[in-house]
C-alpha cells in the first residue's frame, strides 16, 4: 500500500474533511476523494461515513488511525534531516491561554525574532485550538492540562493556583476563560459560599474592576506551597508532530519562556 495514501488517511482521520484535508496537503479535493475510494476498495471497508459534521470514521478506521500513525511518525523521523534551521521557516501559530498571553506573549515574540523571520501568529486560546493543533493549523499551544482529544499530546511545565484578588469589599466578578472555568468553578473549593454577581470574558474589563470589585484569578508562581488549588498548564500538540524538528523547537522556547517569566515577576 502506498505511504502517501496513508498519509492521506491518516490527514482525513485528524481533519474530518476532504477539503481540509486537500488544503493541508496542498492537492486538490479530488485527489483526496479518489485515495479514498481506492483506500476503501483495498481494505474493505468505507472508513469514513458522510454526516452533517463532517466525515464520521467507523470503527475499523478509529482501529487502525493510531498505528498508522505512529508508523507514519517513525518514518518521517527517519526521513527528516537531522539539521533543523528556524531561519527557513515562513509561519508559525502559537496559542496561550489566559493569563498567559499577557504574561509571556511580547517575549516569546521577542526570542522567536531572535531566531527567525517567520511570520508568528500568536493568538488567545480558544477551546477550538484544540482541532487546529489535531488538523495542524496550528503548531503549539500552551494550556491548562485536561482531558484532551487522544490526537492531542500533552507535557507539563508549569502550575498555577487560585487567589482572590481585587477589593473584598465589592462584587464577586468572574472572568470566563474558555476552555478552562466555563463549567468549573475553582473558587468553590476556596469557599463554596460564594457565587459571582459580574460575569465577564473580557480580560483587560476584569482587570479594571478589580479597582472596585474581587476576584478569583488564576496566577502562576515558581513554587506553590501552601496554595490550595493547583491547576497545572502544559505543551500541547499533535501527537503525531510531537518529534517534529519545528514542534520541539518551539516547546523549548515555549516552556523557557514561560518559566522565567514566573521566576522574574
Request: glycine share 4%; with cysteine; hydrophobic share 35%.
Amino acid at each position: 500500500m502506498d505511504l502517501n495514501a496513508l498519509n492521506v488517511f491518516v490527514t482525513l482521520y485528524r481533519s474530518g474533511s476532504t477539503q481540509k484535508a486537500a488544503k493541508q496537503l496542498g492537492r486538490s479535493q479530488s485527489f483526496v476523494s479518489k485515495v479514498l475510494a481506492q483506500l476503501r476498495e483495498e481494505l474493505s471497508d468505507p472508513l469514513f461515513i458522510r454526516t452533517a459534521n463532517g466525515l464520521q470514521p467507523t470503527s475499523y478506521a478509529d482501529k487502525i488511525a493510531p498505528q498508522i500513525q505512529s508508523s507514519i511518525e517513525q518514518i518521517s523521523l527517519a526521513l527528516e534531516p537531522e539539521y533543523f534551521d528556524p531561519k527557513n521557516l515562513q509561519f508559525i501559530s502559537v496559542h496561550l491561554g489566559e493569563p498567559l498571553m499577557v504574561l509571556m506573549g511580547k517575549s516569546l515574540i521577542n526570542e522567536l525574532r531572535k531566531q527567525t523571520n517567520a511570520t508568528v501568529e500568536l493568538r488567545q486560546w480558544r477551546k477550538s485550538s484544540n482541532d487546529g493543533l489535531i488538523d495542524g493549523s496550528i503548531d503549539i499551544g500552551v494550556q491548562s492540562l485536561r482531558d484532551r482529544p487522544q490526537q492531542l499530546y500533552q507535557k507539563k511545565i508549569a502550575s498555577g493556583y487560585v487567589a482572590k484578588v481585587g477589593n473584598e469589599q465589592g462584587e464577586f466578578v468572574k472572568l470566563l476563560v474558555d476552555d478552562l472555568n466555563e463549567h468549573v468553578e475553582y473558587f468553590r473549593e476556596l469557599n463554596e459560599n460564594h457565587n459571582p454577581t459580574i460575569i465577564t470574558d473580557n480580560y483587560s474589563l476584569h482587570r479594571q474592576l478589580l479597582a472596585d470589585h474581587y476576584s478569583y484569578n488564576f496566577k502562576i508562581d515558581a513554587e506553590l506551597h501552601d496554595k490550595e488549588v493547583a491547576i497545572d498548564m502544559a505543551i500541547i500538540c499533535s501527537s503525531s508532530r510531537r518529534h517534529e524538528a519545528k514542534i520541539v523547537w518551539l516547546s523549548e522556547i515555549c516552556k523557557n519562556v514561560l518559566l522565567q517569566a514566573i521566576t522574574t515577576r
